[in-house]
């Protein structure tokens, strides 16, 4: 199935086209999770151009398959020049090789060949990194990252995952993930990884869900509810949930003091007190007296545009 996700066709037919000034230069955008591709074309701004979705069926697919929808989503690359695509990948990638090295529940993407793929049916150079270590670099160029050389980059909700910019460079060592499943408790559930205690069983939307009903709150409901519904006890569980994020982000601040921690996802509708509750968490880990004070910034930009900006801010770092 594929599908405009955009109702604008930006690229204008070649009677329409002026024949000089050259194109101006374009960044290029991937996103490629379990059962969906998305490609934009942004500016060098990162103002969103162009967008194409596909979709493909996770379990049952073949590579022939992957490749049917990358092929589809970049058909909105063929009319720009672009300087680049950075493809912002679920799952466990290595972006020396622009392999795709393994994504739960997709089989076909076990060592699938991103880059080589993509590459071939563009022309341009390409890049693959993993999608929540890569919305720092999103964060770097066009967000509330601009002019630091060091912070860090935090998926909340769902997906849990930090990303952070050490010295100017995405701290990516193979082998290395996005936080998720880093232990915050010894004595804690057992995780989908076969551990305990890591942080997603105690930060993610499935907790907050869980712990709601078990307080009695209803099935299903969302940080935004709890938040708004004015009730204490829903409070204290978005209070606990705050103090759990905080947790990973401690531990973070401990070991590379990133100084500035901007949330995406989730973490929007928390509002204020959640921010606030994270930020003096945060705070409070810090002993030195010279070092910079943490502060906690929340994501403004479309939820669903922080990893293709993460994949154009890929381009203008490496390629
Ligand atoms: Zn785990």
Same mark, same amino acid.
């Given at each position: 199935?594929?599908?405009?996700s955009?109702?604008?066709?930006?690229?204008p037919?070649?009677?329409?086209?002026? @024949? &000089?000034?050259p194109?101006a230069?374009? #960044? +290029?955008?991937?996103? *490629?999770?379990? /059962?969906? $591709?998305?490609a934009?074309?942004?500016?060098?701004?990162?103002?969103?151009?162009?967008?194409?979705?596909?979709?493909?069926?996770?379990?049952?697919?073949?590579?022939?398959?992957?490749?049917?929808?990358?092929?589809?989503?970049?058909g909105?690359?063929?009319?720009?020049?672009?300087?680049?695509i950075?493809?912002?990948?679920?799952?466990?990638?290595?972006?020396?090789?622009?392999?795709?090295?393994?994504?739960?529940?997709?089989?076909?993407?076990?060592?699938?060949?991103?880059?080589?793929?993509?590459?071939?049916?563009?022309?341009?150079?390409?890049?693959?990194e993993?999608?929540?270590?890569?919305?720092?670099?999103?964060?770097?160029?066009?967000?509330?990252?601009?002019?630091?050389?060091?912070? @860090? &980059?935090?998926?909340?909700g769902?997906? #849990? +995952?930090?990303?952070? *910019?050490?010295? /100017?460079? $995405?701290?990516?060592?193979?082998?290395?993930?996005?936080?998720?499943?880093?232990?915050?408790?010894?004595?804690?559930?057992?995780c989908?990884?076969?551990?305990?205690?890591?942080?997603k069983?105690?930060?993610t939307?499935?907790?907050?869900?869980?712990?709601?009903?078990?307080?009695?709150?209803?099935?299903?409901?969302?940080?935004?509810?709890?938040?708004?519904?004015?009730?204490?006890?829903?409070?204290?569980?978005?209070?606990?949930?705050?103090?759990?994020?905080?947790?990973?982000?401690v531990?973070?601040?401990?070991?590379?003091?990133?100084?500035?921690?901007?949330?995406?996802?989730?973490?929007?509708?928390?509002?204020?007190?959640f921010?606030?509750v994270?930020?003096?968490?945060?705070q409070? @880990?810090?002993?030195?007296?010279?070092?910079?004070?943490?502060?906690?910034?929340?994501?403004? /930009?479309? $939820?669903?545009?922080v990893?293709?900006?993460?994949?154009?801010?890929?381009?203008?770092?490496?390629?």
């Amino acid at each position: 199935m594929v599908h405009k996700s955009s109702p604008l066709r930006l690229v204008p037919d070649a009677a329409e086209r002026p @024949a &000089s000034p050259p194109a101006a230069r374009r #960044l +290029g955008a991937v996103e *490629l999770v379990p /059962g969906r $591709v998305r490609a934009a074309v942004l500016s060098m701004a990162g103002r969103v151009l162009d967008r194409t979705e596909s979709s493909y069926d996770a379990a049952t697919a073949t590579p022939a398959d992957i490749d049917r929808a990358l092929a589809a989503a970049a058909g909105c690359f063929a009319a720009h020049e672009l300087q680049g695509i950075g493809v912002a990948a679920a799952g466990l990638v290595d972006p020396l090789t622009g392999l795709i090295l393994e994504v739960n529940d997709v089989p076909a993407l076990h060592g699938y060949p991103v880059t080589e793929r993509l590459g071939a049916l563009t022309g341009a150079g390409v890049r693959v990194e993993h999608r929540a270590r890569l919305q720092v670099l999103g964060d770097r160029w066009f967000g509330a990252g601009r002019g630091r050389r060091t912070f @860090a &980059s935090v998926s909340t909700g769902e997906v #849990l +995952g930090v990303g952070v *910019l050490y010295d /100017g460079e $995405v701290m990516a060592p193979p082998g290395g993930r996005s936080g998720a499943d880093m232990t915050v408790s010894a004595s804690g559930e057992r995780c989908t990884c076969g551990n305990r205690g890591c942080w997603k069983t105690l930060a993610t939307t499935g907790w907050l869900r869980a712990r709601a009903r078990a307080a009695g709150l209803g099935d299903a409901v969302s940080l935004d509810a709890l938040v708004n519904g004015g009730d204490a006890l829903a409070g204290r569980v978005v209070e606990e949930y705050a103090h759990n994020l905080a947790l990973g982000l401690v531990n973070v601040q401990q070991l590379f003091a990133p100084g500035l921690f901007i949330l995406h996802g989730e973490a929007r509708e928390g509002g204020e007190r959640f921010r606030t509750v994270v930020e003096e968490r945060l705070q409070n @880990a810090v002993a030195f007296v010279g070092a910079e004070q943490p502060r906690v910034l929340v994501g403004t /930009g479309a $939820v669903d545009d922080v990893a293709l900006l993460g994949g154009a801010g890929l381009v203008l770092s490496h390629l």
